[in-house]
């Protein structure tokens, strides 16, 4: 075990060394760059472009560049970046996590990092927490950039579309990673090329690693559409279903469609009072009334589902169970419920989602900085591939961290705690209380305002005012509250009164579930080599102590009564809970992830066909594609695959392409596919299919473009909301069926993999269709 340690302790040795050596030779640069004028200095950044340009890499001008970017912030700001910056730096660069303590100036660090990347002029992507720290870093640090000829832009929320666009044209965009994540989802929906805002994720430098990656990973990124009301677009396409005759409507029993005859047609017309059903303004009635004809014609109760306490409960097939948590896509859940009677879920429909795991890793390069993620590194190293590298400070830390207080029970917890600070404000001693929650932080500020002490409560809601109280804590008799993660990303700075008085204490009011929020509140005192003293106040029924402390502690307690004592015993118990919550707090996002691994590759595979048809003009061909494979699946569903010779059902191929919407008259005869294989037949009928609809368009070709590309987008767009739904649902309902063999994961895997060919199958059948249907209709027109 020792040799373990001592390897990885060699390792990062080894990267601190060759950290080090770079620092070196970027302040060996100090002079020449000193010794330029402002415009030779900006000058510098056309010369590394025109070197990038020749064919060299970053890594290769990576040394000048932080030489450059460094003289400049000294010029800008009148801050000229220390060597363990310039290292953390480098170790960013190399698409890692900087780990650097409360006041070694992470913001400023990253500069040199940003401004080398930002050179290849496909923007990098600097992202914090809020849109205070945004809109504060990119003006404050924005000034090196400028003053280099770099853009800079802010994104946020309020923006229109062309300002988002505009900001991330930039070399640098500040923005936060809801904001971010949420901008690259919408570009996933825009229906034209124009309307996107992102143009590609090159490089990301995130401030506040672990909170952003690892802390607000647990929350997926979800777009919803407002409640679907379709509910009455259900009941009337149902009555219209349970109206119709025997000869208004033809089912195909293999491939289980249904569809309305010429005369079926001409009753909707009638019934709906309109001139044309298959024109595209009615693609969703179309829709509707086709669910409704399955629900009614094809969907039996009591085979495919059963009705149950006012709900449309699925029976699986293979086993006869029913499964509790499943539902039919596509809108046929609905169109049973109108069947039944039962009422119909008005809900709001998932658009899009994204995991931040899943979106961060779509990053060319991802790099980070924070004062705390060494205690997750074996998270980023098994999600992001990504190091922490611990930096060291640029003075030794002077703040003592005193072992914790311990107590029974909360009541004289409190007490003493409080007692502390009282003593600590006689003394001027500048005090920053820290609390896990809201409710906590309100406790304390109710026992402090009983003993008259001046104070502020700082509980995360105003990002502007917390900035300010959090760097006003520092002077004499300043006494603030805070819950753990308020003020993240500013400096509590010290006077020189409250320095000679002791520093910063910082009390925590219990230890937190993560050890690296607990290191976080520590981290706030004895910045820059500034003293300072940190110490916790414990009690055992404090709820991490109950869920994990176990019967050792328990006894203790039972002999000790009102007294406080420090106990390594307790300690250690306290370290080992924290342990276990990290360990299941992973467990909990690697799950999340694992779940949305299944969808990132359907999202890849969706985005990528979306994309094609959003960035050229003609669709032609895809309808071609969709053309071949609609016919490929009406083959296979008439093809006994026991029977080796004469195994396809002729007849059944002519029927089920006449669903497609084809006139018999110009569909496939019956003695021109006898006697054909499979593929044979499937190539021969899709020939002759899509020669039939290019002969009828291709005179109007140039006006039918627009008409292809909008079909086909609505069917993908619609047909894929509709699957992330039915993804979410079956999700949500995978852990309360029983599996034989499987576990939930696996059977989410393959289902949900079945689902999504069902889905591109539809999207095709669908597209192929309307693009028959409606060209008919015109023509005839």
Request: proline share 2%.
């Amino acid at each position: 075990m020792a040799n373990v340690f001592e390897r990885l302790f060699s390792g990062e040795k080894k990267i601190l060394h060759g950290l080090e050596k770079t620092a070196d030779a970027v302040i060996a640069l100090a002079d020449k760059m000193a010794a330029m004028s402002d415009d030779e200095l900006k000058q510098q950044t056309q010369i590394f472009r025109d070197r990038l340009a020749n064919g060299e890499t970053l890594d290769d001008i990576q040394v000048e560049a932080f030489a450059v970017a460094r003289e400049a912030a000294k010029r800008t700001i009148g801050e000229f970046p220390y060597k363990v910056q310039i290292m953390g730096a480098a170790a960013m660069h190399g698409g890692d996590i900087a780990e650097m303590k409360t006041g070694e100036g992470k913001t400023l660090t990253s500069t040199m990092c940003v401004y080398l990347n930002a050179l290849e002029g496909k923007g990098v992507h600097v992202i914090t927490v809020n849109d205070y720290l945004a809109g504060r870093d990119a003006e404050w640090m924005g000034q090196i950039y400028r003053f280099l000829g770099l853009s800079v832009g802010v994104n946020s929320r309020p923006l229109t579309p062309s300002e988002k666009r505009a900001a991330y044209e930039c070399d640098v965009t500040y923005t936060t990673n809801s904001e971010l994540g949420f901008d690259y989802l919408r570009d996933n929906m825009v229906t034209d090329v124009k309307d996107r805002v992102l143009r590609g994720l090159h490089v990301a430098i995130v401030d506040e690693v672990d909170s952003i990656l690892i802390d607000e990973s647990r929350t997926p990124l979800i777009i919803s559409g407002g409640a679907k009301k379709t509910a009455n677009l259900y009941l009337q396409a149902d009555a219209f279903a349970k109206s119709l005759k025997g000869d208004d409507y033809e089912i195909d029993e293999k491939t289980r469609q249904i569809m309305l005859t010429e005369k079926g047609v001409a009753t909707a017309e009638r019934r709906f009072k309109i001139k044309n059903l298959y024109d595209i303004e009615h693609t969703q009635l179309v829709h509707h009334i086709t669910q409704a004809l399955k629900a009614n014609y094809i969907m039996k109760n009591e085979v495919e589902y059963v009705v149950q306490d006012d709900e449309i409960v699925i029976v699986d097939q293979f086993t006869g169970r029913t499964m509790p948590g499943r539902a039919y896509s596509d809108g046929l859940h609905q169109a049973i419920e109108a069947k039944e009677g039962v009422s119909i879920k008005e809900e709001t429909s998932t658009l899009a989602t994204i995991t931040y795991q899943n979106f961060f890793r779509l990053y060319d390069k991802l790099a980070g900085m924070t004062g705390t993620a060494k205690t997750e590194e074996e998270e980023f190293l098994d999600i992001y591939n990504m190091r922490v590298i611990v930096i060291p400070t640029n003075r030794p830390v002077a703040r003592i961290d005193y072992p914790d207080a311990i107590f029974a029970n909360e009541r004289l917890k409190f007490n003493a705690l409080v007692e502390e600070v009282k003593e600590l404000y006689e003394k001027g001693q500048p005090v920053l209380v820290g609390t896990i929650s809201v409710e906590k932080s309100e406790l304390v500020h109710q026992l402090l305002t009983k003993m008259h002490i001046p104070h502020e409560v700082l509980n995360a809601k105003n990002h502007a005012r917390e900035a300010d109280i959090i760097a006003k804590a520092g002077r004499v008799k300043s006494v603030t509250i805070a819950t753990n993660m308020a003020g993240r990303g500013t400096d509590i700075k010290l006077t020189e009164e409250s320095r000679a008085l002791g520093g910063l204490a910082v009390i925590g009011s219990e230890r937190h579930e993560s050890r690296r929020i607990d290191n976080q509140l520590r981290g706030r005192s004895g910045r820059q080599g500034d003293p300072g003293f940190s110490r916790f106040y414990v009690s055992l029924k404090d709820e991490l102590m109950v869920r994990f402390g176990g019967e050792k502690v328990e006894k203790l307690f039972n002999a000790l009564g009102d007294q406080q004592i420090e106990s390594k015993m307790v300690t250690k118990s306290i370290s080992q809970a924290q342990k276990r919550v990290e360990g299941y707090n992973f467990d909990v996002r690697k799950q999340l992830l694992d779940y949305d691994d299944v969808l990132r590759k359907q999202r890849e595979i969706m985005y990528e066909q979306r994309n094609y048809v959003l960035e050229n003009e003609d669709v032609h061909g895809v309808v071609h594609d969709m053309i071949d494979r609609v016919i490929q699946n009406v083959v296979e569903a008439n093809t006994d695959k026991n029977k080796r010779d004469d195994n396809v059902d002729y007849a059944g191929v002519i029927q089920g392409m006449e669903m497609l919407g084809l006139e018999p008259t110009e569909n496939v005869a019956l003695e021109e596919i006898r006697g054909k294989s499979t593929d044979e037949t499937a190539k021969y009928c899709a020939d002759k299919i899509w020669n039939l609809y290019d002969g009828k368009v291709a005179d109007i070709r140039e006006q039918f473009t627009s008409f292809e590309r909008t079909i086909v987008l609505r069917n993908m767009d619609r047909n894929w909301i509709e699957h992330i739904d039915m993804m979410d649902k079956l999700r949500n309902g995978i852990h309360l069926r029983s599996y034989a063999q499987n576990n939930p994961l696996q059977a989410y895997i393959e289902e949900g993999y079945e689902m999504f060919e069902d889905m591109m199958s539809r999207i095709a059948r669908e597209v192929v269709f309307f693009a028959l249907k409606v060209q008919i209709q015109r023509q005839n027109a």
